[in-house]
């Protein structure tokens, strides 16, 4: 510095002579430079500076083995939602549903006979697994959960075993559960048909049964105006539902309701559901009851519905967030018990699920395809193209599973719906003959003896005639069960391409054989998936599909359809004896050319 000012001084000042007390500077300040002052020199400073910060360490080192060191915890957001035990205290809110429906108090022996069921049977269990420790999940929005209820009857597990073999065969992603009531008598005892109802048809380990209480259905109030405790069945499916999302894990984000009697054709997806916006099947029927007339009685502290009804009338498949799921659980069932009460209609079970979305303002979108249970105008209009081929110069398209309707050419399972619903009962060509023909069983069968072939141009099928323990009457034959292991199967209507020119003139007609041909084969297949697993060598060794329904019953064909990869039609039906029937699709079944009368 020194220096500097020396030699800037000397360029200002312009003089020479300043350069003779330049250099004796010089010479000083070296001097001084090599003279210790007591200073420290670079080297002994970095070397300080070296073992300051090694004496920082050793500390942190000493406090790491003396004291625990507190990390603070990463909360990461769940990519699924638990329910049950996990996050609600369904202790308190079952009370006070208790407190205001008495009929639903349970005995300790109940309770007793239910936990011991679920924890042999139900991997859900929240007693048996109170971690909810399942397997992880795949993709969030495509992992669902479906559910449906059944009695405790074979009459419903015959269609349980249809539904999730079709589940299983398109391989829907997520789980599917069956919630089964009616299995524990009023005094706790285990019926014997509980075991039966925990029988499963695949071995997915998402294929869950799950037992609820049996609500006594008489202690129901009835219909305002009459008697009052009316039975009143359909109680069960709110009061299984919720009895099952208090008890059990679920970890899929999304759940979705169906009905027992659902076959899938492809998986149920609706890419717009999410929390607080529900995805259901648009039901015109729902629409048009006047539930709404009770709704402000019913519910007095909901908002008005206004022009918005159909907002809240959802059918299944019906799907929502679960947590939409859980909130609806105790209003579903309360607004059932008032619906009933006060508008005492047999659909108040239906009526309560939309009074109780109304309730949290959970406005479906509604969906036409997401189920058929008759023929819709998408129906015959996809059904327009379809021609009577030759099977042995056509390519067919066969899909799998081989319930998906044979002879879809050119539909493709993508432009079919994700369920069939055989609620209904089709009467195929029922009008154009005399009503004696197609009431009864025996004018049909006279008809095959007679012609030698398959009656054809008239159909029948009800899931309420199909031989069960389901009473469908006085006077109907029983003929045993569907499950039983030497029981024939459901007779089996031709591929649709073959059929519809039998109904060129109705296309409800058409319609009606599309589902058929999809529905028949996928209780069969379900049926014989049972049969593989519980009956001894897979039960009757031949099972022929010769049961077909009728009033006041059902009555066996003689005549069997079998796929036949040789015949240009890639079918044939065959005799009692295997000798095959032709069938000329320009003709009737009679073998008389069809007229328009």
């Given at each position: 510095a020194t220096v500097s000012v020396l030699y800037c001084s000397l360029r200002m000042s312009n003089h020479k002579r300043y350069l003779v007390l330049l250099i004796p500077s010089l010479i000083v300040l070296v001097t001084l430079g090599g003279w210790d002052f007591g200073g420290s020199s670079e080297v002994e400073i970095e070397a300080e500076r070296q073992s300051l910060r090694e004496a920082q360490r050793r500390k942190q080192e000493r406090v790491k083995k003396d004291e625990p060191v507190i990390q603070k915890e990463v909360i990461q957001k769940p990519k699924i939602t638990i329910v049950g035990h996990n996050n609600k205290n369904w202790e308190s809110e079952e009370e006070e549903l208790i407190e205001a429906?008495?009929?639903?108090?349970?005995?300790?022996?109940i309770d007793a006979t239910l936990e011991k069921l679920n924890r042999q049977h139900s991997e859900q269990f929240a007693l048996a697994y109170p971690n909810g420790k399942l397997d992880p999940l795949e993709d969030e929005k495509k992992s669902i959960h479906l559910f449906y209820t059944t009695d405790c009857t074979q009459h419903s597990l015959w269609q349980a075993f249809a539904l999730e073999h079709s589940w299983y065969s398109i391989k829907h992603p997520g789980a599917i559960s069956r919630l089964v009531s009616g299995c524990i008598t009023?005094?706790?005892?285990?019926k014997k048909m509980a075991e039966m109802m925990s029988r499963k048809v695949t071995d997915h380990k998402r294929n869950f049964v799950f037992?609820?209480?049996?609500?006594n259905s008489d202690a129901v109030p009835g219909p305002e105006g009459g008697s009052h405790f009316v039975s009143y069945p359909p109680i069960n499916r709110p009061a299984t539902f919720y009895y099952w999302i208090s008890h059990a894990t679920i970890v899929e984000s999304y759940m979705a309701l169906l009905d027992p009697d659902m076959i899938f054709m492809r998986p149920l997806y609706f890419p717009s559901v999410s929390l607080g916006k529900p995805v259901g099947q648009f039901y015109d029927y729902l629409i048009s009851e006047d539930w709404d007339k009770q709704y402000e009685s019913i519910c007095p502290d909901?908002?008005?519905?206004?022009?918005s009804k159909k907002d809240f009338c959802p059918g299944p498949p019906h799907m929502m967030h679960t947590a939409d799921w859980s909130n609806l659980g105790q209003y579903w069932l309360r607004f059932t018990v008032e619906a009933r009460k006060k508008w005492g209609k047999w659909v108040a079970e239906m009526a309560g699920m939309s009074i109780g979305l109304a309730k949290l303002n959970l406005r479906s979108e509604l969906e036409k395809n997401g189920m058929w249970d008759r023929p819709h105008m998408e129906l015959i209009d996809m059904m327009k193209d379809l021609q009577i081929y030759d099977h042995t110069t056509v390519t067919v398209h066969r899909p799998v599973p081989s319930h998906i309707p044979r002879g879809m050419h050119p539909v493709t399972p993508d432009s079919l719906p994700a369920l069939l619903h055989y609620c209904f009962t089709p009467e195929i060509g029922r009008k154009t003959y005399p009503e004696p023909f197609w009431l009864y069983e025996h004018p049909q069968r006279e008809w095959e003896k007679n012609h030698q072939k398959p009656l054809l141009h008239y159909i029948h099928w009800s899931k309420y005639r199909t031989p069960s323990d389901w009473p469908g009457g006085d006077g109907v034959p029983r003929g045993g069960s569907l499950l039983a292991c030497d029981q024939d199967l459901l007779f089996e209507i031709p591929p649709i391409t073959w059929m519809v020119k039998y109904y060129t003139e109705n296309s409800d007609d058409k319609g009606w054989v599309l589902m058929l041909s999809g529905i028949l084969p996928a209780i069969n297949d379900?049926?014989?998936a049972y049969r593989k697993k519980y009956c001894e060598d897979g039960g009757?060794?031949?099972?022929?599909?010769?049961?077909r329904t009728a009033h006041p019953g059902h009555w066996r064909t003689d005549y069997e359809l079998v796929l036949n990869e040789s015949n240009r039609f890639g079918f044939v039906y065959q005799g009692p004896d295997g000798t095959p029937v032709e069938l000329?699709?320009?003709?009737?079944?009679?073998?008389?050319?069809?007229?328009?009368?």
């Amino acid at each position: 510095a020194t220096v500097s000012v020396l030699y800037c001084s000397l360029r200002m000042s312009n003089h020479k002579r300043y350069l003779v007390l330049l250099i004796p500077s010089l010479i000083v300040l070296v001097t001084l430079g090599g003279w210790d002052f007591g200073g420290s020199s670079e080297v002994e400073i970095e070397a300080e500076r070296q073992s300051l910060r090694e004496a920082q360490r050793r500390k942190q080192e000493r406090v790491k083995k003396d004291e625990p060191v507190i990390q603070k915890e990463v909360i990461q957001k769940p990519k699924i939602t638990i329910v049950g035990h996990n996050n609600k205290n369904w202790e308190s809110e079952e009370e006070e549903l208790i407190e205001a429906l008495p009929f639903l108090k349970r005995s300790q022996s109940i309770d007793a006979t239910l936990e011991k069921l679920n924890r042999q049977h139900s991997e859900q269990f929240a007693l048996a697994y109170p971690n909810g420790k399942l397997d992880p999940l795949e993709d969030e929005k495509k992992s669902i959960h479906l559910f449906y209820t059944t009695d405790c009857t074979q009459h419903s597990l015959w269609q349980a075993f249809a539904l999730e073999h079709s589940w299983y065969s398109i391989k829907h992603p997520g789980a599917i559960s069956r919630l089964v009531s009616g299995c524990i008598t009023k005094d706790g005892r285990e019926k014997k048909m509980a075991e039966m109802m925990s029988r499963k048809v695949t071995d997915h380990k998402r294929n869950f049964v799950f037992f609820g209480p049996t609500i006594n259905s008489d202690a129901v109030p009835g219909p305002e105006g009459g008697s009052h405790f009316v039975s009143y069945p359909p109680i069960n499916r709110p009061a299984t539902f919720y009895y099952w999302i208090s008890h059990a894990t679920i970890v899929e984000s999304y759940m979705a309701l169906l009905d027992p009697d659902m076959i899938f054709m492809r998986p149920l997806y609706f890419p717009s559901v999410s929390l607080g916006k529900p995805v259901g099947q648009f039901y015109d029927y729902l629409i048009s009851e006047d539930w709404d007339k009770q709704y402000e009685s019913i519910c007095p502290d909901c908002q008005p519905l206004h022009n918005s009804k159909k907002d809240f009338c959802p059918g299944p498949p019906h799907m929502m967030h679960t947590a939409d799921w859980s909130n609806l659980g105790q209003y579903w069932l309360r607004f059932t018990v008032e619906a009933r009460k006060k508008w005492g209609k047999w659909v108040a079970e239906m009526a309560g699920m939309s009074i109780g979305l109304a309730k949290l303002n959970l406005r479906s979108e509604l969906e036409k395809n997401g189920m058929w249970d008759r023929p819709h105008m998408e129906l015959i209009d996809m059904m327009k193209d379809l021609q009577i081929y030759d099977h042995t110069t056509v390519t067919v398209h066969r899909p799998v599973p081989s319930h998906i309707p044979r002879g879809m050419h050119p539909v493709t399972p993508d432009s079919l719906p994700a369920l069939l619903h055989y609620c209904f009962t089709p009467e195929i060509g029922r009008k154009t003959y005399p009503e004696p023909f197609w009431l009864y069983e025996h004018p049909q069968r006279e008809w095959e003896k007679n012609h030698q072939k398959p009656l054809l141009h008239y159909i029948h099928w009800s899931k309420y005639r199909t031989p069960s323990d389901w009473p469908g009457g006085d006077g109907v034959p029983r003929g045993g069960s569907l499950l039983a292991c030497d029981q024939d199967l459901l007779f089996e209507i031709p591929p649709i391409t073959w059929m519809v020119k039998y109904y060129t003139e109705n296309s409800d007609d058409k319609g009606w054989v599309l589902m058929l041909s999809g529905i028949l084969p996928a209780i069969n297949d379900g049926v014989i998936a049972y049969r593989k697993k519980y009956c001894e060598d897979g039960g009757k060794k031949k099972p022929r599909r010769v049961i077909r329904t009728a009033h006041p019953g059902h009555w066996r064909t003689d005549y069997e359809l079998v796929l036949n990869e040789s015949n240009r039609f890639g079918f044939v039906y065959q005799g009692p004896d295997g000798t095959p029937v032709e069938l000329n699709p320009e003709t009737d079944a009679a073998g008389e050319p069809r007229t328009n009368k």
